[in-house]
């Protein structure tokens, strides 16, 4: 017998997530990475939270839409922070590309409390033009 570890709402939740047309982000999935720029120290859980030190910049709202309603699977939205003093809450959008190791390679704070990560992954190196081989070989 199979036996899950993961409880019924866990597995909602992952049912819930879109990991790309390929399901290629999955990997990163309850994985958490670090950077520190020399003030604070950021992370990053992909599919659930950001943070700048203990502070909540984000928490996972879903892949940035096209203009066509689409999901763009090249940037990834948290918003729904911890509130700014005077300000909105903190929210991070995460650039997503293509790098030979999972790492977060820059941040920055382009508006006030708005964070901007860049993010290379292994799993943003599928194109849509090798989709378009694959299915040509069938």
Same mark, same amino acid.
């Given at each position: 017998?199979?036996?899950s570890?993961? *409880?019924?709402g866990?597995?909602?939740k992952?049912?819930? !997530? ?8 999955? *990997? ?28 909540? !910049? ?11 309603g ?36 820059? !941040? ?31």
């Amino acid at each position: 017998a199979v036996v899950s570890t993961q *409880s019924t709402g866990e597995m909602e939740k992952l049912n819930g !997530i879109d990991f790309g047309p390929e399901e290629e982000f999955f *990997s990163l999935w309850g994985q958490c990475f670090e950077h520190y720029d020399g003030k604070y120290k950021y992370s990053l859980c992909h599919f659930d939270q950001s943070k700048q030190d203990s502070t909540s !910049i984000g928490k996972w709202e879903g892949w940035q839409k096209g203009s066509d309603g689409r999901p763009n699977y090249g940037v990834m939205m948290y918003t729904r922070g911890a509130s700014c003093w005077q300000g909105p809450n903190r929210s991070t959008r995460v650039e997503v590309q293509c790098g030979s190791q999972n790492e977060i390679v820059s !941040i920055g704070e382009p508006a006030k409390c708005e964070y901007a990560f860049v993010f290379k992954t292994p799993a943003a190196c599928i194109t849509i033009q090798d989709e378009h081989e694959i299915h040509d070989e069938l």
